[in-house]
């Protein structure tokens, strides 16, 4: 069988936990979290997690040689009957 090879885009999902720097006048649980979830904001500038753990069932097909799984779909006509 002959084979050729395709560039296939994948997501998936990783957990895992990074170190923050909080300021010191943040006492409360609450308070920290509300700090923490507005540099969601600039997630680019956080580190990733060292030690990330996949998440299960996760992984999907994005992509093939740069074309959206949607967009393959949509441009794929079946033959008609005739």
Do not use: W
Not at 14 to 19: L, N
Not at 33 to 52: F, M, R
Not at 54 to 66: A, K, N, P
Request: charged share 30%.
């Amino acid at each position: 069988m002959k084979t050729k090879t395709v560039k296939v885009g994948v997501v998936y999902q990783v957990k895992g936990y990074i170190e923050v720097e909080v300021p010191v006048n943040l006492k409360s649980k609450m308070a920290i979290l509300y700090y923490v979830q507005d540099l969601e904001d600039h997630a680019g500038d956080l580190p990733l997690p060292t030690n990330p753990e996949y998440l299960d069932d996760s992984f999907e097909i994005d992509s093939i040689d740069g074309l959206c799984k949607e967009e393959i779909k949509c441009s794929f006509k079946r033959p008609t009957k005739v």
